[in-house]
């Protein structure tokens, strides 16, 4: 299926920071767009986070909204943390 990710876990280890890429294919009728700010909504069930444009000091403009549980939050959290400390060394 275009635009999905799909995940594997090690079936010998149960942590699961022990998810290793497979496959990644890009739709190419889906844009790609730059975001310049970001906003985060919670509620019990989850969160969502809007990437927006900055249009002026008080108006933005949402580019994407992407709804997640807490559990993929925090794992989208640990995988971003790990790419950018990656990139700073």
Same mark, same amino acid.
């Not at 990644?24 to 919670?42: E, G, M, Q, W």
């Not at 993929?72 to 990656?86: I, N, P, S, T, W």
């Given at each position: 299926?275009?635009?999905? !990710?799909?995940?594997? *876990? ?8 022990? %998810?290793?890429? @497979? ?16 906003? !985060?909504?919670?509620? *019990? ?8 444009? %900055?249009?002026? @000091? ?32």
């Amino acid at each position: 299926m275009p635009g999905t !990710i799909k995940l594997k *876990k090690d079936k010998n280890d149960d942590n699961e920071k022990n %998810i290793q890429k @497979q496959e990644i294919r890009k739709d190419l009728s889906k844009p790609t767009v730059y975001t310049d700010s970001a906003f !985060i909504r919670t509620n *019990k069930f989850g969160l969502v986070l809007d990437f927006a444009q %900055i249009l002026s @000091q008080s108006d933005h403009n949402i580019v994407a909204s992407v709804g997640m549980s807490y559990e993929h939050g925090k794992a989208l959290l640990d995988l971003l943390k790990r790419h950018l400390e990656k990139e700073e060394e």
